[in-house]
């Protein structure tokens, strides 16, 4: 392979780079918290494959949970061009809340009137669900069901395309139209053949519940403050999401469950489906969805004369889907237990929501410790020996690992420099306090860098109980408070 030169940025220009997508914003509530946000990217492909959205929505007054907001924060990780993961960015919060919405004000609740206080006292069964239609059950099934369902739009876009442009001759002569031309030709066929992971982070502050939507290889960690009865305190590493990979025995187990025993030694291959994709879990992707006919079809009529035929099935391909947007959702008390406030900081617990491009570089507790230590206002370089001593951090639930990664030693030093926590993470995730280091990966452009780093986005949630004071006065600005549900 020939070498290539490329011209070293400077450490300025290293830092443009960082904080060039970085954005933050921090917003108080009528109970008294104080939340606040941080988010980053870094783009290794040209452009950028990751996305992120957020949104602050307010329960209805009439919502018998009120009052009290629904948080949402996602970032999506790309593959096979930015297209999946833009339309995500703009579609995945909504289908979100409009699934909550039609579970929260669904006509199955029971009335308060006579009438139905009679029928309830002579019902001889009572209706799955009945007493309460946000138990966290029916809220983590609302969010499955709305990742489902959008992808299955997603994937069948360019079908109804198809079917809304068949005339009754053409079908009687097998004729195929080329639709190439079509005004949604690539906007319905793009978001459908490439591919992306989403990972959700829903906030519901009324029942102070936290629900973690995870569908690919994404992940999401909580850092939780915990002091002893000497008041020394360490941050709790829990990890919220399990990677989606054929290295997981969870979906490995899962994916050989969904098709004939024969593909039990080929559905997974060196960790990845059928050989090729990754994630196990992923929006789009049709390759792995779609038969083979409705590839050939689709392809012709929309693709070929785009000058962008889309590539084959794998050749094992042969009981699709092999693969799914369906998350893997959890919930959980968002206080994690009583906690005690850390010294020189209010805010005693976070989450880290990020793309894997994040987690080839960085382990859970290495992102823990460097927010911990972030907040706790530490500047300068600290080496990587001395930061456990200066942000104590302890196991909770282990990560399960979806990557075959090999990540550096031990040696060497981080560096805590940035205002944004998480251009601080991608910082560190890159070459940390090695300048040099930092300033050679960063060099590296398109395509070229894929080949040493991912696209990365991170963001990070904290929030502080009794802070009002600190935040932003414009809390209830048409801009942070977008809707109601």
């Known amino acids: 392979m020939a070498n290539r030169t490329f011209s070293l940025l400077s450490q300025n220009a290293v830092k443009d780079r960082l904080v060039e997508n970085a954005s933050s914003d921090s917003f108080s509530r009528p109970d008294s918290t104080v939340w606040r946000y941080a988010t980053a990217s870094v783009a290794a492909n040209d452009p950028l494959e990751d996305a992120h959205a957020d949104a602050i929505i307010a329960r209805d007054p009439s919502d ?287 989450v880290v929501l990020a793309t894997d491009g994040l987690w080839d570089k960085l382990s859970s507790e290495d992102v823990v410790a460097l927010v911990g230590g972030h907040l706790k206002g530490l500047k300068g370089i600290v080496s990587k020996t001395a930061l456990p001593e200066l942000v104590p951090t302890t196991s909770g639930a282990p990560t399960v690992e979806g990557k075959d990664k090999k990540r550096k030693s031990s040696s060497g030093s981080w560096s805590f420099e940035d205002e944004n926590v998480s251009s601080h993470l991608i910082r560190n995730a890159f070459g940390g306090g090695d300048a040099e280091s930092l300033r050679k990966l960063m060099s590296i452009p398109a395509p070229i860098a894929r080949s040493y780093r991912d696209d990365t986005t991170v963001t990070v949630v904290w929030w502080e109980d009794g802070q009002e004071g600190n935040a932003k006065t414009a809390t209830f600005s048409s801009d942070n408070i977008k809707a109601k549900l």
């Not at 919405?101 to 029971?110: A, M, N, T, Y």
């Not at 360490?234 to 050989?256: A, F, H, K, M, Y």
């Not at 060196?270 to 929006?283: C, N």
């Not at 050749?315 to 237990?337: C, E, I, L, M, W």
């Open 64 to 350: 018998p949970s009120a009052p009290g907001d629904w948080l949402f924060f996602t970032v999506m990780d790309g593959h096979g061009g930015p297209h999946t993961s833009r339309l995500l960015s703009k579609t995945l919060i909504s289908a979100v809340v409009l699934e909550l919405s039609s579970l929260i004000h669904s006509s199955d609740v029971p009335k308060s009137g006579l009438l139905e206080k009679l029928k309830l006292m002579f019902r001889t069964s009572s209706p799955k669900f009945r007493e309460d239609p946000q138990i966290p059950e029916r809220i983590s099934l609302a969010i499955r069901n709305a990742f489902t369902k959008l992808d299955q739009e997603l994937i069948n876009a360019p079908l109804s395309v198809l079917a809304a442009n068949l005339d009754a001759e053409s079908i009687k002569k097998n004729i195929l139209p080329d639709l190439s031309r079509h005004p949604l030709a690539l906007q319905t066929m793009l978001p459908a053949v490439s591919g992306s992971c989403a990972l959700m982070a829903v906030f519901d502050t009324a029942h102070r519940h936290l629900y973690v939507a995870c569908s690919g290889d994404s992940r999401a960690v909580a850092g939780i403050w915990e002091e002893n009865e000497q008041g020394q305190g360490s941050w709790r590493v829990e990890v919220l999401s399990e990677d989606q990979t054929g290295r997981n025995p969870n979906e490995l187990q899962r994916i050989q469950s969904e098709h004939p025993p024969d593909e039990a030694g080929s559905v997974i291959r060196a960790g990845r489906v059928l050989g090729g994709l990754e994630p196990s879990r992923a929006f789009g992707d049709a390759r792995y969805k779609w038969p083979r006919d409705v590839q050939d079809v689709l392809n012709r009529a929309f693709l070929v004369g785009n000058d962008q035929p889309l590539r084959p099935p794998p050749s094992s391909f042969k009981t699709p889907p092999y693969v799914t947007a369906t998350p893997v959702v959890t919930y959980r008390d968002f206080d994690f237990g009583s906690v005690a406030r850390p010294s020189r900081s209010p805010a005693s617990r976070f």
